[in-house]
């Protein structure tokens, strides 16, 4: 069964490094999105993406954040200039054209030091 | 954001009873709504949606009533097992829009 994968499983970084997050979304999908959860937090939205460009963003996701979808198949956030309180897991998802179910990865667990 | 609430933080079942996890919304402009599973050091699982204008839909043990008038939802697990042990989130979104609001979670134990 076709899944979302998520590279690297844990990320360590020191304040104010750059760091950027993979994804592989399923293949035949055309929307892609991030999310992410703070220890004992709700899972909150980021941005979504759709046909090369954002379609949508959270207050969260400011200038220090992008995404980009290098290639056919990968999509990364990128987060410029890493502040503690970046620490969460990071999620990646994906949906297809006809369904409203997004499909998330397994997580990008992003500690800042 | 409490526009998704899941009102239960934890919920204990035996195996085989029923399970009832509960949802509420107070956002009118969602017609969407969903139900994930998740393990620790996972991602959310998709297990089941519901649209708007449905106020039911059934997937094998998994049912989902949805209660507009209400604004409320919910997900039913009959019979319960211990490998539905899990955090379940509720959430919503507009049919024609991008992201889903998440509500903060119930966890389910169930014992044998």
């Known amino acids: 069964e076709p899944e979302v994968t998520q590279t690297p499983s844990h990320q360590v970084t020191q304040m104010g490094q750059e760091v950027i997050l993979r994804c592989v979304p399923i293949?035949?999908?055309?929307?892609f999105y991030w999310y992410r959860q703070i220890l004992g937090q709700k899972v909150e939205f980021l941005v979504s993406?759709?046909?090369?460009?954002?379609?949508?963003k959270s207050e969260i996701f400011d200038d220090q954040f992008s995404v980009e979808r290098p290639d056919g198949s990968n999509f990364t956030l990128k987060i410029r200039s890493t502040k503690l309180e970046d620490s969460a897991m990071y999620f990646c998802?994906?949906?297809?054209?006809?369904?409203?179910?997004?499909?998330f990865g397994p997580g990008t667990r992003l500690t800042v030091l | 954001d409490q526009q998704v609430k899941q009102n239960s933080p934890s919920l204990s079942v035996q195996e085989g009873r029923i399970s009832i996890l509960n949802c509420d919304y107070t956002?009118?402009?969602?017609?969407?709504f969903l139900w994930y599973k998740k393990y620790p050091a996972e991602g959310p699982t998709f297990l089941i949606s519901?649209?708007?204008?449905?106020d039911k839909n059934e997937d094998g043990r998994f049912t989902v009533f949805l209660n507009k008038s209400a604004k409320h939802l919910s997900l039913h697990i009959v019979p319960s097992q211990p490998g539905d042990s899990a955090v379940y989130f509720c959430?919503?979104?507009?049919?024609?829009?991008?992201?889903?609001?998440f509500g903060a979670g119930t966890i389910l134990r169930v014992k044998s």
């Open positions: 519901i649209s708007s204008i449905k």
């Open positions: 993406f759709y046909n090369n460009e954002i379609s949508e």
């Open positions: 293949s035949n999908h055309l929307y």
């Open positions: 956002n009118s402009m969602f017609d969407y």
């Open positions: 998802a994906s949906r297809g054209q006809v369904y409203n179910e997004q499909f």
């Open positions: 959430a919503a979104s507009r049919e024609d829009g991008n992201k889903l609001v």
